[in-house]
């Protein structure tokens, strides 16, 4: 019902920035949470951060002070702007969207783009 793009993703160095773009398309009403995890090889998909309804924004602690969630209502999508980029940062990052009718609640996934932190 839902269907999520990403974009922004690519290569850069050590202490450099992205800015992932996700915008979404199709069914969008109900969308309650909007976020970013991200997956390493070897590693599971873990949370970097969500942005709410009302604002309210969530950032995994490896990641508080250099990345930071908006989102643009109008546009239907949100950002995951990266700075001092890390090697342990890289991995696919993968947009998220919760929706719910006041039930379920159910989860839709972008594809993933991949960020590559290297010198």
């Known amino acids: 019902q839902v269907h999520l793009e990403e974009s922004g993703g690519g290569l850069v160095q050590p202490g450099g920035s992205l800015r992932l773009s996700c915008a979404a398309s199709?069914?969008?009403?109900?969308?309650?949470?909007r976020g970013w995890y991200r997956q390493a090889p070897g590693k599971p998909r873990e949370l970097v951060a969500t942005?709410?309804?009302?604002?309210?924004?969530n950032y995994a602690d490896s990641v508080k002070g250099r990345f930071t969630i908006s989102r643009d209502n109008a546009k239907n999508t949100i950002y995951l702007q990266m700075n001092n980029l890390k090697p342990e940062d890289m991995a696919v990052y993968y947009c998220?969207?919760?929706?719910?009718?006041?039930?379920?609640?159910?989860?839709?996934w972008g594809q993933g783009t991949q960020v590559t932190v290297s010198s």
């Open positions: 942005i709410t309804l009302g604002g309210a924004t």
């Open positions: 998220n969207a919760q929706k719910t009718w006041g039930g379920p609640v159910f989860d839709y």
């Open positions: 199709g069914s969008i009403l109900n969308i309650l949470v």
